[in-house]
């Protein structure tokens, strides 16, 4: 199913290096970017996407304590269904929300996870497996390093799920262990408290995000002290194959979970991510629209 | 007058049901959402209805306290038509303001009131008869009750207008007195003050959402207390007929204007409504387009 | 280059005078509409233009307090660099932010400066040539009189500069010490400290908004001594030339800068000033598209 994804993906990256950018496939569609959660970025990267496939598009910012209860939930849903709106990409700081919605919905109406608190971010584990493959060819052979605070990163388990699906070498997580989730040993991934030790011969380092509003504060001894021990630099990246590629979810914070000169230097796909990720968003959409697919909610 | 917009919107609710929800009717128009309160909802539906209409939409979003003298209002609208846009969904806390617009712009200017304080909310009104005729077929026969806050109800205002306009055999209105207008005789309504006595053999309710914002405390015995007095149930519901319909402009409060049980019921038509809302809304855009005609603003 | 630009607008006004008023010229492409300071009035006519010329538009409202390191500015832009749009509008508090982001994008893409601080509001001054073109027909023999607030206005400076650059006979800059710009004398202007003795025998009034947050208190007598001294009223305007033209960019302080009867009277054209700013703002993002030509960052 992600190779699937991944190979419609392909074509619709060369769509967005065209002039025009732009096919009919999603023509008089309406499109809800249905957001709980301020991501000026994400949404973005949808709505792109949305337009790039000639969808009609709504923005709705709407406040979580707006719909604490379920039952208000499902009713402004319901009124987005009676408006016959085709589509809603959900972003929610609880866990489930997507599925919850995916569950309760009429079934051709498709529900893309654009994020639910700390379980899920799939188009962006998506996007990241089209980079690697666009990069490295192949998942076999690879070694891939996820560092940062895995135990709140929604990004992290994606990834995890993404790259042990499509039957990577070995997954390494590196971070401190206040920052490694509970059942970390289930996953089917090394854990490492060292950052060189982690990065030793890896082919992929993917940076998370450091969220500090996502953290109590005794979780955490200090920016500066993060950055010293795995903030990533070009001398601690040594220990990493020479041809590791370098990757960031975004928006990176510069001289906290990596140094600029990585950020910005030749191994980084950080950019190329981002452009994959309207490609895979296209892919995604037109995928599931109308297929009652809920091709996000499950990864 | 009415009649035409309910015909008009009978061929757009085939457009909305179709995969590709869009005609070119209002390609390279530019209508503007012009909303002094704030309403995600209504403005959701007149957003969907421009689109599907292939109209651009900007969505405007005032503070009414920008705009507190008359003259300021005007310039604001004198500069949206030097943009040459042809359309303008207005929506303002204070009564006739819409009225007042589409008297003082340009005559190839279409204004449309998508509702104005306490006095008028046409399009609305447009689309509760449209849902009635599609079910009960005929008007002259129907006894209709409208149930809550009429005092305070720019809905109920504009229901009753087109209610007795369409020539129902009888319209009633239900709630406490504290909720009725002055002006309820000279409406041509019977007024009851309960829910029971008034729902006798109804063929139509309506109940009204209870706005807290709206009402001074002390006109309100609480909320519980209306709602065993005023609150639709299955119960109460059995003085009406056995085929009685179930509306409500949405949003519902449930367990406190209306049951669940009922909200969801079989013969509750509320999501229909939504439904009925884009159809009514591109059929009022769409007559009233470059015509010279301000259909909202007269019911 | 500037009469270029009103070459080419003078095809666009011709098109937002149809009622299908869209060419798809820039079909396809996407517009991001980047706004480090709230401007509904400016963002308002670059989304129209952008949407009459087919294109897809993304507004951004940013805080501006969000980007105030340079570099996490440029990660911001090399994010939407990487999505694939083609354009910037952008608006900032800071003078210069348009160039310095002009600097640093990939080369086909255009940056448009919709305002920079107290520093240039080009489109602003191209659409006011526009208009004492298409009024005066010819700009040599004309004596242009700037009167207000010269030192905080990126309006006055950018009208400066094309007005010298079109070589109009004179151009005096109208107000109280307090507020003219140290480098006034360098800017090839006649000053005037008495609105009467500035306003005798001009052909074109440019009135500047007075906007009080820009100013330290202390610069300013007050509102009514400012109108007093410096408010253009139809005795004062007695002065000028018969057929002198009223300009003003608007929005308009009635009874401040400008009185009703002057604002609203047969000589006014800040209507069409409106009007004429979507055809200006067409014509820039369609010769600047693509072309690594960033027209509106010299001026």
Redesign the interface.
Known sequence: MIIDVLDTAESFAGV???????VPLL????VVNLFFEAS??TR??F??AA??LSA?V?N?Q?AASATTKG??LL??L????????DMFIVRHDRSGTAHFIARHVAPHISVINAGDGSHAHPTQAMLDMFTIRRIKGDFYPLSVAIVGDIAHSRVARSQIHALTTLGVNEVRVIGPKTLMPKDINALGVHVYHNLEAGLRDVDVVIMLRLQRERMDSELLPGELEYYQQYGLTEEKLKAAKADAMIMHP???N?GVEIE?AVADGPRSVI??Q??H??AIRMAVMSMTM?SGLDLGTET
Chains 1, 2, 3 share one sequence.
């Open positions: 967005t290096r065209r002039t025009v950018k732009k023509r008089g569609r309406t000026t970025r973005t990267t709505e792109l337009k790039r009609d709504l709705i709407m039952e208000t009713d402004t319901a009124n987005f269904e009676a408006m016959q709106c975004g928006p990176i510069r600029s950019l190329q981002v452009t990720g309207i109308g």
